[in-house]
């Protein structure tokens, strides 16, 4: 069977990929901060697909978490999600700098040594994907988020770019960049999202349809539904200073 590697992967689009891959057959390595609620998860998806689950503990924003997520991404993987991630409360200069950092660690560093890790397994084998979840905020950018959502974008085209000529279409890395979605994210970071309309949320398991689909496709860079695509072709339009206002309190309000 093959094997997906899924970080953050007991809440949310991680877990949405974790139960989708499960369904389609893989064998499963789950990494998380939670043990018991990690734990909790690879049973139920062992039990419910009879698939083999491996619960991985660690903190991604800790060199200790990072060296043993690292580790394992060297084994056999032939589909890794670069998952994790969260959002800090508060614009820029109300956030402390270590939180920032941590941030920077998780959406970033992490990615980064996740992708080196398993793409040479990959290459040697002919085939095997990459999808590091980004959003749509990296193409309106605010603050310490979006920038490094911004910069997984711009990392895995530079990767894909990079492998193209030795993977022959086998190996592909992709950036996912949803719009806003219904999971724990928001609530984790304490946002007020009333003042988004119905309209814009979209369903954990269809930005997952969407991106597997995608990832088939060789698509560089997935954006889910219409309404983001648009948003997505809008942005490239509008003047970066005129830009940075609308998209600077959308969605940015804290309980």
Not at 57 to 82: F, I, M, Q, Y
Not at 154 to 178: E, H, K, T, Y
């Amino acid at each position: 069977m093959p094997t997906a590697y899924i970080t953050g992967a007991t809440a949310g689009i991680g877990a949405a990929f974790a139960r989708r891959l499960a369904s389609d057959g893989f064998d499963l390595v789950l990494l998380a901060r939670d043990t018991e609620r990690l734990e909790r998860t690879a049973a139920e998806l062992h039990d419910r697909y009879a698939v083999r689950t491996e619960p991985l503990t660690a903190d991604l924003s800790t060199e200790d978490g990072l060296a043993a997520a690292e580790e394992r991404a060297r084994k056999d993987v032939d589909l890794l999600v670069n998952n994790a991630g969260f959002a800090n409360r508060g614009k820029f200069l109300d956030v402390p700098v270590s939180d920032e950092l941590n941030m920077l660690r998780v959406h970033c560093e992490a990615v980064l040594r996740l992708t080196h890790a398993v793409l040479p397994g990959m290459l040697d084998r002919g085939r095997g994907g990459v999808i590091n979840v980004s959003s749509v905020s990296a193409f309106a950018t605010r603050g310490t988020y979006g920038a490094s959502k911004a910069w997984a974008v711009n990392f895995s085209q530079g990767v894909a770019a990079d492998i193209a000529g030795r993977s022959r279409g086998g190996v592909r890395v992709m950036a996912l960049c949803p719009g806003f979605v219904h999971t724990e994210f928001h609530e984790r970071a304490q946002m007020d999202m009333s003042d988004v309309p119905d309209f814009m949320w979209l369903d954990k398991d269809y930005v997952v349809d969407v991106a597997l689909r995608d990832l088939k496709r060789g698509v560089p860079v997935s954006v889910p539904s219409p309404q983001y695509k648009a948003i997505v072709g809008a942005t490239r339009l509008l003047p970066r200073g005129l830009l940075a206002r609308l998209s600077a309190n959308t969605g940015r309000k804290y309980k």
